[in-house]
């Protein structure tokens, strides 16, 4: 068996208000998009490449700690690597997400920031840096 794609569903409430982030904010752009009886509506951004990131308990608040300070993040949190992290940053919180840490350099080589997003979505912004 191969796993072909990596897709993670996201029920918004304001589904309009969500697509708009993710779409024109962070700028994931329409891969599909579907309607159906009812008022259903679905639409598939293009997140690039995906990956699934299993961390234990120990790992997460060690990341927490790094980012942010203290334990923040919920069951799960969204991470997207995009080319700035100041500008998408600045972006994400115009464009209606909560900021909870600012870009943070962490030992990874990696500057960070985290927000609470539309549809309750807990996000990772992060910039991969040229190591040292």
């Known amino acids: 068996m191969t796993v072909r794609q990596l897709r993670l569903v996201v ?3 304001d589904y309009d208000e969500a697509l708009r982030f993710f779409r024109d904010v962070l700028g994931m752009p ?3 998009a579907y309607s159906g009886d009812g008022g259903a509506e679905v639409t598939i951004l293009d997140a690039g490449r995906a990956t699934l990131e299993i961390a234990n308990s120990a790992q997460a608040d060690m990341i927490d700690e790094v980012e ?3 334990r923040v993040a919920p069951h799960f ?3 997207l690597e995009v080319d700035d992290c100041v500008v998408a940053s600045e972006r994400a919180t115009e464009g209606g997400a909560v900021p909870v ?3 943070t350099r962490t030992p990874w080589s990696s500057l960070n920031a985290r927000f609470d ?3 309750d979505v807990h996000l990772t912004l992060f910039q991969e ?3 040292d």
Do not use: D, F, I, W
């Open 77 to 79: 949190r969204v991470a």
């Open 30 to 32: 329409p891969q599909e």
């Open 129 to 131: 840096l040229a190591s």
């Open 11 to 13: 029920h918004a409430e």
């Open 101 to 103: 840490a600012p870009p």
């Open 68 to 70: 942010v300070g203290r």
């Open 117 to 119: 997003a539309p549809a």
